[in-house]
Structure formats: C-alpha cells, structure tokens
C-alpha cells in the first residue's frame, strides 16, 4: 500500500504522481497518515476552504434567482398581458370588450342555427329527406328522440366503428339536457360539426 508524501491520501502503487493532489511521488512507501501527521492537518485545513466554496455557489444561485424573479416581474409590469395571472377584471373597459364580442359571436351562432332549422322546417331538399332518414335509422326506438347508445350503435352497426365514445360530444349539443338530441339538436351537431351545410 502507498500513501502521498504531500496529502497522506491512500494511492496505487503504480502511479508516480498523486491523483488528489497532483504532486509528484517518490518511490518509497509512507506510513498511512495518523492524527499526528502534519500532512493529515493539511488536508483537513482545506475542508473550510471546500465550505467556503459551496457557500459562494449557493449565494451565487441565490442571487441567479432573485435577478430572474426581478426581471420577470418587471416583464409583467411593463407588459401586463403576458402575465399569466392578469385578469381582465384590473381593466374594466377591456372587459366590456370582450363580453360584448363574446356576446355577439354566440348570438351570430344563434341565428345562424336558427335560421338553418327554419329553412330545414320550410323546404323539402333531397339533402332535408336524407337527413330526415339518417334520424329516422339512428332513432331505433322510434320515439323522435336519438339517445347517446342509438348514436354508439349505429356508428357500431352501418359504419363499422369500434367502441365509438360520443358522450362529450352528445353532451355538447344536449342543449334541453335530457340525455336525448331531439331534431333540432341533431340538426345543430351537423351544423355546427360542418357535417352538413
């Protein structure tokens, strides 16, 4: 077994220089370090040098991170839009906007499908008598109502899907909230799913 001469770390036989500290090593053998040894209090005099460093890599971090969190709040002060916690409600005017537009965009939806289902109620087109028919085989209980299972079915039954999963969709164009589309909710879902035009 050999020991370094200048740090007492344990060291391979083979090597002529010390992989610890690096100094160069004689050939000849030293006694395993002892807490006499000086080269023993050596070492452990640069253990405070070690804390040292890692408390100048922690402050370090620390301060990475406070410069970090500064710039970031001073982007969300100066652009307040890109705060992901910026609510509309700091900007009353802006709010008003968005209402507004929110309203008009469903009330244009609104008319738009009612306007499809009067001209559905008022002409007799092929395309009307298809779709008409296409209610008529889904709703196989023959009530004018098509349930969440008579839809799964048919797309089962005449268009070979698998396990088909409407449920979110189904509960999207329940508009009465019944657990059934009657003709006017159908219609809607192949309106507003741009199955028809």
Request: with cysteine; glycine share 2%; charged share 25%.
């Amino acid at each position: 077994m050999k020991f370094c001469p200048h740090c007492g770390k344990e060291i391979r036989k083979d090597i002529n220089y010390c992989p610890i500290c690096g100094k160069s090593i004689s050939d000849t053998p030293i006694a395993p370090p002892n807490n006499t040894n000086p080269h023993n209090r050596a070492s452990k005099k640069t253990k405070p040098k070690n804390r040292w460093k890692t408390l100048k890599n922690i402050f370090a971090t620390i301060g990475i991170l406070f410069v970090i969190m500064i710039i970031t709040l001073t982007v969300f002060a100066v652009f307040p839009e890109t705060n992901p916690f910026h609510t509309t409600a700091d900007n009353p005017s802006t709010t008003n906007i968005t209402e507004d537009l929110n309203e008009t965009e469903i009330q244009e939806q609104e008319n738009a499908e009612r306007t499809y289902i009067e001209d559905y109620e008022n002409t007799n087109s092929s395309q009307d008598k298809a779709i008409e028919n296409l209610f008529t085989s889904i709703d196989s209980d023959n009530n004018n109502q098509i349930s969440s299972e008579e839809l799964e079915d048919y797309l089962y039954r005449e268009e070979n899907i698998e396990n088909p999963n409407v449920e979110p969709i189904f509960k999207k164009y329940d508009t009465n909230n019944n657990n059934v589309w009657e003709k006017d909710e159908y219609l809607r879902f192949l309106v507003a799913e741009n199955i028809i035009s």
